[in-house]
């Protein structure tokens, strides 16, 4: 016996607790449909909450962007792969968000796991919300600054810590809006804590930049935080493979907390850069979320939620109540149902998937143990009658089948 023999026993533990995953072969069907493994299911797993991934405006955009830069980008932006493209939207995503400079990043993961060690190391401390997406807690550890994890938004707690902190540097660390319970942080009553303690805020707005805010503009602009109103301890970052439909991040906010973030960001500096396509993608995208259709999006998603709450609201329907599913509140496209035990939850996704229907259970370590759920995310893909036809399936579901 080796200590490799080790891995066959660690993945039946996580078989026996139904923690095991696996991937699928997709391929999109049109709307918010995909082919899954060869059948076609009505997808509600996906952040692309818009609907851009297949907008002919994008397409066309990366067309053109084929043709005039080739597929990839060949260096580091720090060498040769900063190109013509990458610099517009870098500008055209400061003037979006009402903030001064924009830095472009490749993927969003990368983003937060290593601007965090570039703001804080060794001597300084970080305050993280517990519910904070892994990218933000892995970017925490590997800074090895002291960190003061506090309850979710809890912030008589983390005005306490950070009063009590003797470091000098401190980063106050949350999500906009938080990806597995769908609501949205007081963004206001953070900067006003980072302000009175002398502290750094990074803001993730994955799940709320495109959808919240004046023409999506994100949860800062949806508060009056950018522009005229920006605050200079505020650090902006933001995914693009999600409302916006292609791929990467950026982050955004004063100049100098940028240009350091460019001069000492190890994924920057030794990564490879995002090809012009992607980055001619989103400058379309920006186009479309910023005009008339981008607001008919906007719209038509906040009525789907409404649709989905009225129809999973207590009181809508006893075999849901009697089941003790739990939808949580959120005025966002992500609408977590918590059913409880890791066992259930599983057996809702296949009945739903069994109905033509694709929603995730989600299950610890990704949530609390005891609080497994279905992630239900909506998208302007999706019609009325997607959402009816969900709430019908798991009414039906929590009938016993």
Not at 258 to 273: C, I, K
Not at 329 to 338: A, E, G, I, M, N
Request: aromatic residues 6%; neutral net charge.
């Amino acid at each position: 016996m080796t200590w490799l023999d080790d891995f066959d026993t660690r993945l039946a533990e996580r078989q026996a607790a139904h923690l095991i995953r696996r991937r699928r072969v997709v391929e999109p069907a049109g709307g918010a449909r995909l082919q899954v493994d060869g059948r076609e299911l009505l997808a509600f797993c996906s952040n692309d909450y818009l609907g851009l991934a297949g907008h002919p405006a994008l397409r066309d955009a990366v067309h053109a962007a084929v043709d005039r830069y080739g597929v990839g980008s060949g260096a580091s932006p720090m060498v040769s792969g900063h190109s013509a493209a990458n610099a517009a939207l870098e500008q055209e995503l400061a003037a979006f968000v009402q903030l001064p400079r924009a830095l472009y990043f490749y993927a969003g993961y990368a983003t937060n796991a290593s601007i965090v060690p570039a703001l804080v190391g060794p001597g300084d401390a970080i305050f993280s919300d517990a519910l904070n997406h892994a990218c933000l807690i892995d970017g925490a550890r590997l800074s090895k600054a002291a960190i003061r994890r506090y309850d979710h938004a809890d912030l008589a707690a983390l005005d306490a810590a950070l009063a009590a902190e003797p470091a000098r540097r401190k980063l106050i660390l949350s999500d906009a809006v938080f990806s597995m319970d769908g609501d949205i942080a007081d963004i206001p009553a953070l900067i006003a804590l980072a302000e009175r303690h002398d502290a750094l805020l990074l803001v993730d707005d994955a799940h709320g930049f495109g959808v919240l805010g004046p023409q999506g503009r994100g949860a800062l602009a949806a508060v009056g935080r950018t522009g005229a109103g920006a605050s200079e301890r505020v650090i902006y970052m933001a995914t693009l493979g999600k409302a916006r439909g292609v791929a990467g991040a950026f982050v955004a906010g004063p100049q100098r907390l940028v240009e350091w973030l460019l001069q000492a960001t190890r994924s920057y500096t030794f990564a490879t850069a995002a090809p012009a396509l992607l980055a001619e993608a989103l400058r379309a995208s920006l186009r479309v979320v910023a005009g008339e259709e981008g607001d008919q999006r906007r719209a038509h998603l906040h009525a789907l939620v409404a649709r989905l709450r009225d129809g999973l609201a207590p009181g809508a329907d006893a075999a849901v109540d009697a089941a003790g599913w739990r939808l949580l509140p959120s005025d966002t496209p992500v609408q977590p149902l918590v059913i409880g035990e890791n066992a259930p939850a599983l057996a809702v996704m296949q009945q739903l998937h069994d109905a033509g229907l694709w929603v995730p259970a989600i299950r610890p370590p990704t949530v609390a143990p005891g609080t497994a759920r279905l992630r239900i995310a909506l998208s302007a893909a999706h019609t009325l009658a997607d959402v009816d036809r969900l709430v019908a399936a798991l009414r039906r579901a929590a009938r016993g089948g």
